[in-house]
């Protein structure tokens, strides 16, 4: 079993659509990353949190500590968020999920 | 300057040669990292340096040597690598080695070893 576990493992949705990412952990955690890579590999780190809530433009993300769980949402999606998202955990050690991959179509 | 770079892009190599990776970034973070990454996998840490000493080998081949040269600069060495060892390399970066701390990504090295 993952120590980080995403849903869904692949997404397709129009342009326009709102977007969650989910990712659950079952390790103990000091905070949480959402990464996003492109194809071709470049990785950008979005959000790191440890509580919350945190949003950056169209991207939110948040965090439950109580059900080890959060979410990555994306509002009014666009092709150019197609990539993979990346959720992982850091504590003693650092955990990634297997990734997301999102396609947006026009 | 909020970007760590790396050399080359992309690299093919025999199994019988010798090159090196390079890693840079000017942030004055003092911890550095190398993952390796194969294709619709997620990373795998290899190494960490916490300034300039390393703190993490993740059991690592001795074909990969790493080296951190200064507080901006780590390299990783490859000898003898394998087929199995193409994949793309990837080096971060933070402002510390701990939790806490965001970690900022190059945009790899492909490797193809031959």
């Avoid at chain 1, 071709?40 to 109580?66: D, P």
């Avoid at chain 2, 199994?15 to 194969?38: D, P």
Wanted: hydrophobic content about 35%; overall charge neutral.
């Amino acid at each position: 079993k993952n120590e980080v576990e995403q849903s869904p493992q692949n997404l397709t949705a129009q342009e326009g659509e709102f977007i969650t990412i989910n990712c659950s952990y079952s390790v103990g955690i000091s905070a949480l990353h959402w990464l996003q890579q492109h194809p071709g590999g470049g990785i950008v780190s979005l959000f790191m949190l440890s509580s919350g809530k945190k949003k950056h433009g169209r991207l939110i993300a948040t965090i439950n500590i109580q059900e080890k769980h959060s979410s990555l949402h994306i509002t009014a999606s666009h092709p150019r968020d197609s990539a993979v998202y990346i959720c992982a955990v850091s504590g003693n050690q650092f955990y990634f999920g297997t990734g997301t991959s999102l396609t947006v179509i026009p | 300057d909020t970007e760590v770079t790396q050399t080359p892009k992309h690299l093919v190599m025999g199994m019988t040669n010798k090159k090196s990776l390079k890693c840079e970034q000017h942030m004055g973070h003092r911890a550095m990292y190398w993952y390796k990454q194969k294709a619709k996998k997620p990373p795998e840490l290899m190494f960490v340096y916490s300034y300039e000493k390393l703190s993490i080998n993740e059991s690592v081949p001795s074909r990969f040597s790493p080296e951190c040269p200064n507080s901006s600069l780590l390299n990783l060495h490859l000898h003898a690598l394998q087929p199995e060892d193409s994949a793309l390399y990837l080096c971060a970066s933070s402002q510390e080695a701990g939790a806490l701390n965001e970690q900022f990504f190059g945009p790899g090295t492909r490797l193809t070893v031959l």
